[in-house]
Nanobody, 121 residues
Framework: QVQLVHSGGGLVQPGGSLRLSCAAS????????MGWYRQAPGKQRELVAL???????DYADSVKGRFTISRDNAKNTVYLQMNSLKPEDTAVYCC???????????????WGQGTQVTVSS
């Protein structure tokens, strides 16, 4: 069984920074695209950033220039560095993996458990 496990998140003041991590557990061979989504209260879930297995990235317009997605394939981990945080970035952030190929099989459309990010003074 493969799981995505988050770390990071919490409370930060406007203008501050946070770093989220998400590691895939299990006997992993490879992972296709990975990304971060977020959902604020009363709003739809939105894509924040996406990174392919080759390292190509895509970002929501609202976070371009402030957030950076990266991955360490050797550690089966994806990161989201969030700088210049704004109150409107407050949301539950979830990592996502399109396909994870492991010793126990291939798993598709996996989600992490989510982590709360609150930007407030």
């Amino acid at each position: 069984q493969v799981q995505l496990v988050h770390s990071g998140g919490g409370l930060v003041q406007p203008g501050g920074s946070l770093r989220l991590s998400c590691a895939a557990s299990g006997s992993i061979f490879s992972i296709d695209a990975m990304g971060w989504y977020r959902q604020a209260p009363g709003k739809q879930r939105e894509l924040v950033a996406l990174i392919t297995s080759g390292g190509s990235t895509d970002y929501a317009d609202s976070v371009k220039g402030r957030f950076t997605i990266s991955r360490d394939n050797a550690k089966n981990t994806v990161y989201l560095q969030m700088n210049s945080l704004k109150p409107e970035d407050t949301a539950v952030y979830c990592c996502y993996a399109g396909s994870v190929h492991s010793g126990s099989g291939s798993y598709h459309h996996l989600w992490g458990q989510g982590t709360q990010v609150t930007v407030s003074s």
